[in-house]
C-alpha cells in the first residue's frame, strides 16, 4: 500500500543549528513534492515544490533535497530561529497528478 | 487579496445532529478540496472539485458526508447524523487547478467537537 512517513516524534534543536526533516515514502513515483508550514490552529503554508528531476532546491534558508532511488525527500532548515518552530508536512501527488497525499508532519521545536 | 475563508471556525454539536461547514476559496481558482485534521494527525483527503467535472469523492469515510460546490466558488461539507469520532478539524483548500505542479492554498479551518 501507499505510505508516506515523516517522523512523528518531535524535533528539538537549537536556535543557529541546522534542521533536518525527513520524507520517506512507498509505493508512490511523484513527479512533484511540496512541503508545508503549519502553525498550531491554522492551516498549512506551501514552502517549497520540488520536481523528480531537480535533485535539490533552495528558498532562503530552506533547501529540500529529493532522491527518487532512496524514495525521500529531506528538508533543511539552516540557521534556525525559534520563530520557525511549527509542524513541517511533506505531501506528494496520487500519480494522476489530481490532488495531494500528505504525510503525518513533524514538529520542530528551535531553542533560543 | 483575500485568502480561503471558512466558516464557523468553531462548531460544537450533538451527536446525531446534522452540521454544515462553509469554505470560501480564492477566486478564480478552479480547484477546492475538503481535508479532516484529528488532533496530532496529518491531513485526511476526503474530497476535490475540479471545475465543472464530477467530484473526487474517494476520501469521504461514510455515506453521511456528503459537499457541494455551487457556482465553481462557495463549497459546503454537510456531515449527517454526526458521531463523536466526527470530532476533528475540517480543513478547505483551494489552487490554480488541480495537479501537483499547484500550490494549495488552506483555510484556517473549522473545529468540530461532537459531544
Known amino acids: 500500500s501507499q505510505k508516506i512517513e515523516q517522523n512523528s516524534e518531535a524535533l528539538n534543536i537549537q536556535e543557529g543549528k541546522t534542521a533536518t526533516l525527513t520524507c520517506n515514502y512507498t509505493?508512490?513515483?511523484?513527479?512533484?513534492l511540496q512541503w508545508y508550514r503549519q502553525d498550531p490552529g491554522r492551516g498549512p503554508v506551501f514552502l517549497l515544490l520540488i520536481r523528480e528531476n531537480e535533485k535539490e532546491k533552495r528558498k532562503e534558508r530552506l533547501k529540500v533535497t529529493f532522491d527518487t532511488t532512496l524514495k525521500q525527500s529531506l528538508f533543511h532548515i539552516t540557521a534556525s530561529q525559534p520563530a520557525d518552530s511549527a509542524t513541517y508536512l511533506c505531501?506528494?501527488?496520487?500519480?494522476?497528478?489530481?490532488?495531494?497525499?500528505f504525510g503525518g508532519g513533524t514538529r520542530l521545536m528551535v531553542k533560543p | 487579496g483575500a485568502g480561503v475563508s471558512q466558516s464557523p471556525s468553531n462548531k460544537v454539536t450533538e451527536k446525531g445532529k446534522d452540521v454544515e461547514l462553509r469554505c470560501d476559496p480564492i477566486?478564480?481558482?478552479?480547484?477546492l478540496y475538503w481535508y479532516r485534521q484529528s488532533l496530532g494527525q496529518g491531513l485526511e483527503f476526503l474530497i476535490y472539485f475540479q471545475g465543472n467535472s464530477a467530484p473526487d469523492k474517494s476520501g469521504l469515510p461514510s455515506d453521511r458526508f456528503s459537499a457541494e460546490r455551487t457556482g465553481g466558488s462557495v463549497s459546503t461539507l454537510t456531515i449527517q447524523r454526526t458521531q463523536q469520532e466526527d470530532s476533528a478539524v475540517y480543513l478547505c483548500a483551494s489552487s490554480l487547478a488541480t495537479g501537483q505542479l499547484y500550490e494549495q492554498y488552506f483555510g484556517p479551518g473549522t473545529r468540530l467537537t461532537v459531544t
Open positions: 509505493n508512490y513515483s511523484p513527479a512533484y
Open positions: 505531501a506528494l501527488d496520487d500519480n494522476a497528478g489530481n490532488m495531494l497525499t
Open positions: 477566486s478564480g481558482h478552479t480547484a
